[in-house]
């Protein structure tokens, strides 16, 4: 298949499943602290260096959309990845930030913990607290006062940094709140060891690494909305590091419809995509930007943000094959089924299709035409054999069963033949003499 026909089917899938691809609005990546030098100071959940950045990962969905489950699988793989290691707190890190329980958080450096997650903070007995933007917060229990100082004790805590590089200070805001309905069935696959249960991926502490990327892990529950349903924020990640992040996630949601909900499968990568999967752009990080106006052939549905400068040259549609009559110089997007040849005029009108040629012309070169075609009442067959003769003229229905046999003794170059007693439906004329056969194909209306 040639590049220009995959990107014409891209722009037909895409138009066609607008309202599915919608419901992922965006990938928030937000930075949310920057480690300082008294951060560094803290030994006991194993260093974090100066500069690391903690950024956390949302999607931004269409209000009612509910999240089940991230993953990777043959077709798609869950990729994420920096330049530079992932920290993990040795003491108290977790693989899924579900795990945490509040008082936890406010010990050394655990609050900066790597791990994944649909949504959920902690685990806490009395109140469970799930992820929203700082900006979209009130308070916080994370740094400063509500931390023990780490290993060095440090005066006033851990976490205080406040420069504005990293917005909000987490003294101020942390991005933890709570919510009514709490999802569950948790589960978890592709992570841990099955048989240990120890995590050695880049959310685990046991091996340092910067890159996590498996065709077999999930985790899955319930269903989850963010904590503001309008919004719908949904946290999946937080990743500290002091490289440049990037991730290829895939996501399964529910979305409301008439008849209960409808399960949709997001994914990253258009490399194979299956029943019930939807590319989606956004969940490829860092974001390409590009031409995003269909109207262009620089149009490709693997931008998530717009480039105005790379939409070039304008989409001219029309028949590029040189051989056919109605040859267009001036396209640069060939549609193949408006391409009109002497006897094959893909059941257009070639009198209109090509209305330079002349009748003769016409005549001196084909063997058979059908005209008017469609037609309803009568068809006339023309034809240019020299010889004249007997001629045999047979009438075939769509699937080759003989309608109609005519012979005709001497005839003219053109013998009406009534087709009002037909069946609409496409047929096949065949006309036989001493030259050869030639056929045609016409439509009864």
Same mark, same amino acid.
């Given at each position: ?22 419901? !992922?609005?965006?990938?928030? *990546?937000?930075?949310?602290? /920057? ?10 959940g ?15 969905? @269409? ?5 089940k ?7 798609h793989?869950? &990729? ?13 890190g977790?693989?899924f930030?579900k795990e ?17 997650t ?13 992820? @929203?933007l ?7 229990? /994370? ?15 851990l976490?205080?940094n ?7 200070p ?11 309905n ?11 060891? $099955? ?15 910067n ?6 892990a999930g ?7 963010? $904590? ?37 499968k ?6 194979l ?14 974001q ?10 620089e ?5 998530a ?10 989409i ?25 040849? &002497?006897?094959?005029c ?5 009198? &209109?299709?090509c209305?330079s040629l ?6 001196e !070169?084909?063997?058979?035409? @059908? ?5 309803t009442?009568? !068809?006339?067959?023309?034809?240019? %054999? ?6 045999k003229?047979?009438i ?5 069963? *003989? ?5 005709v003794l ?11 007693? %037909? ?5 096949? &004329?065949?006309?036989?003499s001493?030259?050869g056969?030639s056929?045609?194909k016409?439509?009864?209306?």
């Open positions: 298949m040639t590049n220009v026909r995959k990107q014409f089917l891209a722009i037909l899938f895409c138009l066609f499943l607008s309202p599915v691809f919608s419901q !992922i609005e965006n990938v928030v *990546v937000e930075t949310y602290y /920057i480690s300082d030098s008294n951060d560094a100071t803290d030994t006991t194993g260093g974090i260096e100066i500069g690391t950045k903690t950024y956390r990962v949302y999607l931004d969905l @269409v209000a009612g959309t509910r999240v489950k991230i993953y990777g699988d043959i077709n793989p869950l &990729i994420i990845s920096s330049t530079q290691n992932f920290f993990n707190n040795k003491v108290d977790q693989t930030g945490f329980t509040k008082n936890r958080l406010g010990e050394n450096t655990v609050a900066l913990d790597t791990w994944i649909l949504g959920q903070t902690t685990r806490n007995a009395a109140v469970t607290y799930f992820g @929203v700082k900006v979209n917060d009130e308070n916080s229990f /994370i740094g400063g006062s509500n931390n023990d100082g780490g290993s060095e004790a440090i005066t006033n805590g976490l205080t406040n420069i504005s590089e990293m917005g909000i987490l003294t101020e805001k942390d991005g933890m709140d709570t919510i009514l709490p999802p569950n069935s948790w589960a978890d696959y592709g992570f841990a060891d $099955v048989v240990s249960g120890e995590d050695s991926t880049i959310f685990g502490s046991l091996v340092s690494g890159r996590f990327e498996s065709r077999n985790l899955l529950n319930s269903g989850v909305i963010g $904590v503001d349903s309008l919004l719908n924020h949904v946290l999946v990640a937080q990743l500290s590091t002091k490289g440049e992040i990037a991730f290829e996630l895939n996501i399964e949601v529910e979305i409301p419809s008439l008849i209960g909900f409808q399960t949709v997001y994914v990253a990568n258009d490399s995509i299956g029943e019930g999967e939807v590319l989606s752009p956004f969940l490829k990080y860092p390409q930007c590009g031409c995003q106006d269909a109207n262009y052939l149009y490709s549905p693997i931008y943000c717009n480039n105005p400068d790379s939409c070039r040259n304008l001219v549609f029309g028949c590029m094959d040189p051989m056919a009559c109605n040859f267009s110089s001036t396209a640069n997007f060939n549609i193949q089924d408006i391409c009109c040849y &002497i006897g094959d893909n059941d257009l009108d070639i009198s &209109i299709v209305p002349g009748e003769n012309e016409i005549s !070169i084909e063997k058979l035409r @059908v005209f008017p075609n469609p037609a009442e009568t !068809i006339n067959v023309k034809h240019s %054999f020299t010889q004249n003769n007997e001629f003229i047979k075939l229905d769509h699937v080759g069963r *003989v309608v109609s046999v005519y012979n001497n005839p003219e170059n053109s013998t009406a033949i009534n087709i009002s007693n %037909f069946a609409p439906g496409i047929y096949f &004329i065949e006309l036989t001493k030259e056969i056929a045609e016409f439509i009864k209306q």
